[in-house]
């Protein structure tokens, strides 16, 4: 059972609880699409703030966009060098 003091010691840590309008500006998806991807697991569940409020910690909404910047950059493809075409200095008639 969780006691007191690991309240308190959340609470010292300046946690934030950041409304659906601010979720929806920070990671620019829409209302349905974030209950969306609650829904499919892939996004933080929101907390029951009371009978007809919810709300997201600011710390898990700044995971979920730093997990997908990093999901890019594993996908993204690595560039890739092309070397010139080396040229024939002697071309061969067409006709020969």
Known sequence: MTDFTDY?????KNIRILRLPDVIERVGLKRASIYSHIAQGSFPKPISLGARAVGWLESEIDAWIALRIAAREVCLPKP????PRP???IREPLDA
Do not use: E, I, R
């Open 8 to 12: 308190q010691s959340a609470v010292s």
């Open 80 to 83: 890739v060098t092309v070397s």
């Open 87 to 89: 040229s024939n200095p």
